[in-house]
């Protein structure tokens, strides 16, 4: 149902030349595409636990949706940016927010993501091959199987904090600055109020994209706790509700 909804939001956001050639829309095109792969990718995981995959499948699913799991934190920080600039310098966001920058941002944001994941690739150097001579795996494909050492476990939960500071702080200091010149008497009082609302909305999505990443760890936690049966029925139920 999801996949569907963005499907509809990505043909609409690239059908009309309106959508396309505003920054904004760009950029929330790059979060629900991004999102769209995440979903897709954890569909294709759910449909793969009917049998144990090959570790190269399995750690090219995991890479994909860890890359894509960075791109909606970074991409609704520059969303908040763009409001900002939008509020607080109206007369210079014409050339400062071009498409052409636009691009340049996405493109940043998919290289930064690029290079987590390539951290990550490295750090699977720690899996214990030895225990699977067919490389099949033999427990279901997940990050938590494939990623097992103790600096996997460290560098997942530093970069973790690392970029939800990152994008908490910036959203929040946009929120700031735009509630200081809503105040001021010189300034457009609808726009401002609009660019309000839309950080609220990004500080939102913010805080669902974190409760979604700290799911993983709970279903952990909470499958450690019981037998195999039921573990699985646990990060079924912990994925569909905060996935």
């Keep these: 149902m999801f996949l569907v909804i963005n499907g509809i939001i990505i043909h609409t956001l690239c059908s009309r030349p309106v959508f396309r050639e505003t920054s904004r829309y760009m950029l929330l095109l790059n979060l629900v595409v991004a ?7 954890g569909q294709l995981l759910y449909m793969h636990g009917a049998f144990f995959i090959f570790l190269s499948l399995c750690g090219f699913y995991v890479m994909i949706g860890f890359l894509c799991d960075q791109i909606a934190p970074l991409t609704l920080m520059f969303m908040s940016i763009e409001r900002y600039i939008a509020v607080c310098f109206p007369f210079h966001h014409p050339t400062i927010v071009t498409m052409r920058n636009t691009a340049f941002v996405i493109l940043c944001v998919w290289g930064l993501g690029c290079v987590d994941m390539f951290v990550r690739l490295m750090l699977i150097v720690e899996f214990p091959f030895h225990l699977l001579p067919s490389l099949q795996m033999n427990v279901y494909c997940s990050s938590t199987a494939l990623l097992r050492g103790p600096r996997s476990k460290l560098y997942e939960t530093a970069s973790t904090i690392a970029l939800f500071l990152l994008s908490a702080s910036v959203s929040a200091l946009s929120f700031i600055c735009v509630m200081v010149v809503a ?7 609808v726009s401002a109020e609009k660019a309000r609302n839309t950080l609220l909305l990004h500080m939102f999505q913010l805080s669902l994209n974190l409760i979604s990443t700290v799911g993983q760890p709970i279903s952990r936690a909470l499958a450690a706790l019981v037998e195999p049966p039921l573990s699985g029925q646990i990060i079924l139920l912990v994925y569909v509700f905060l996935g």
């Design 183 to 189: 105040v001021s008497a010189s300034t457009d009082k």
């Design 35 to 41: 999102d769209s792969i995440v979903l897709f990718m």
